[in-house]
């Protein structure tokens, strides 16, 4: 059993910037690839960013890309995101969860165990 835990969110002015943390508790995460997701009010549960097991490959959602980073400590069972230059539409809840099967990376259904999720809301 592992339980993730993130942190990190809050109140955010537009083009700010939010660090979030993942910590895994219960078993390592180490060989595992994670990732990062979201659902904002009204919207689907979306992919955001995507670590391969070692942090050597990173993925990231379009919307995403050059403004927000993924990393990892395995050391720390650990996972990270940080974005800046936040827009309105950042305004969500972010999950990270862990990535049990073969295949893409930015389905939600390749994943096992998520967190609670930490929230993040964009204000101008």
């Known amino acids: 059993q592992v339980q993730l835990v993130e942190s990190g969110g809050g109140l955010v002015q537009t083009g700010g910037s939010v660090s979030l943390s993942c910590v895994a508790f219960?078993?390592?995460?180490?060989?595992?690839?994670m990732a990062w997701f979201r659902q904002g009010p009204g919207k689907e549960r979306e992919f955001v960013a995507a670590?391969?097991?070692?942090?050597?490959?990173?993925y990231y959602a379009e919307s995403m890309k050059g403004r927000s980073t993924i990393s990892r400590d395995n050391a720390k069972n650990t996972v990270y995101l940080h974005i800046h230059n936040l827009k309105s539409e950042d305004t969500a809840t972010y999950y990270c969860?862990?990535?049990?099967?073969?295949?893409?990376?930015?389905?939600?259904?390749?994943?096992?165990?998520w967190g609670q999720g930490t929230q993040v809301t964009v204000s101008s």
């Open positions: 969860a862990r990535k049990y099967s073969s295949g893409d990376y930015y389905s939600p259904e390749r994943y096992d165990y």
């Open positions: 219960g078993r390592t995460i180490e060989n595992y690839a």
């Open positions: 670590i391969n097991w070692s942090g050597a490959n990173t």
